[in-house]
């Protein structure tokens, strides 16, 4: 399909990261003064940071897999591993997940940091490029924190690129200290790189990338004012920015649209079977296991999978039928490899509930896999829609609940053009237009709106690893947990678990790092 961003040597790559703890002596390292001849070795740090988090420890399965699970969304199907305790709220300061996604963090931080080190010894003449290299390697750091922030608190916060022994002694920062960092870093990059994306992809940050993150930040941290600049900035700027709502709703999903997508702010790019050659395959490899752990474990392709992730049936049922995004987020029938051909509903599933389609009915070119891994299908982490229920939720705070309907009501216009879903010959084509989601009408009162666009969200952006931060920052805990809530969890205490333990080994290894409450 594309290249949109080749790894590193993975010599590179594994000499910078080629370890999960802070503890590993990073042999071989090079210094910044013995690397860094030109701006090109710059660029090829900063592509080995995307290699690295497109790797199925971040965000090719770990993030992606704990984010959905810890939310009201997706539960477990077939346990296996450490993932099972997520969804159930069991999981302890060991959890291989919590340790991935920590280790891979400080591995991106680690390259960024190195990058930015070898800005300041390179002689660059061209003082604005240097500047967009400076705002990009910054952009991924400040994009790394915001998510370890988020999900642990209090965290080290390093600015160098070693990962040795000299770190030991670091102590966590306060959360709110970290996330001024993260708006140093994010405002840096928003105010050097370009508006149009380097090279033309979406995969590298651009001005529209970091005013769009800027506003989630302050989004997270109930800033209304500056949320809503910021996406406000966005907004204005669509035309010059190239942003706009993708007509089909399906398209945001299907691998062969995605080059050329204009509600793309920020994804994370996949390669097919581009790999590193690090002969672990689950450590450094360009790849993603999301749509294999959500597939249909027993079908046919396109949508074969583990059936690990999936939607408890009521996620499924309270959905208006009328709304095309659930028939693009859901699949409920599928041709099983039973030799029959036939269409089965989900009731035949190998576990009985709708799966997940969003990240494998159009995954793209398949290689090496039977379970619909290593794909081309690329996960955007920003769409343009979600920086309008941004604007939305941050106008209807400042009180300007008829600015923030109009924004919803773009949204659920887009919703009801329908579309196509054109595969497998399994009975979908095409569909649309529609009267659900209907417009908002009048102007709710600023509670109602409230509700309102947190719906909006849950279902717009279903599946797209958002629902759990939107749980924790609007303490929804207890009312989506509880036993009346839409995905009863006995053992959820918001005091605990809305945030993780830190990884264990971490702790053992630094005695200045103290474990998060509860653990």
Known sequence: MKNYIRIISASMVIIIASCTDLKEEPIGLLSPEGYYKSMDD???MINGAYGVMASSNYYGNALPSMLQLLSDMVDNGYEYSDYAELSPFTFTPTNSYMHRVWGVSYQTIAIANSALEGLEIINEPDENRRQRYIGEARFIRGFIYYHLVRLFGDIPYIVNSKLGDDLLELKRMPA????????EDL?????????????????????????????????????????????????????ALGYALEDDFQNLFRAEKQADQNEYIFIMDFTGNVRGDNPNPFTLENDQLTGAFNGINGADKPLRGWSMLVPRLNIYTE???????????????????????????????????PHIAKWNRFAGEEKSSTAGWRSDLDYPTMRYAEVLLIAAEAANELGNTAEAVGYVNQIRARARQGGVIDYYGNGYGSYGPSSVPADIVGIPSQSEFREIVLEERRVELAFEFKRWYDIVR??????????????????FNKSKHYLLPIPQSEIDLNPNLSQNPGY
């Not at 709110?176 to 708006?183: G, S």
């Not at 699949?331 to 509930?353: A, H, L, N, Q």
């Not at 207890?478 to 009863?488: I, K, N």
């Open 319 to 353: 959905w208006d039928p009328n709304d095309y995004r659930k028939k693009v987020s859901f699949e409920d029938s599928i041709i099983m490899r039973d030799g029959t051909g036939m269409v089965r509903p989900y009731t035949e599933f190998k576990w009985p509930t």
């Open 176 to 183: 709110n200290d970290v996330y001024d960092r993260i708006i």
């Open 187 to 239: 405002t840096y990059a928003y105010d050097n790189l370009a508006m149009g994306y380097q090279g033309g992809v979406r995969s590298r940050p651009s001005k529209g990338a970091a005013s769009a993150y800027l506003a989630l930040v302050y989004m997270t941290l109930e800033n209304w004012q500056k949320s809503y600049d910021y996406a406000k900035w966005v907004i204005d700027n669509a035309g």
């Open 42 to 44: 710059v660029k090829a």
């Open 474 to 491: 609007r303490d929804l805990g207890d009312q989506v947990f509880g036993s009346s809530g839409r995905e009863s969890q006995p053992n």
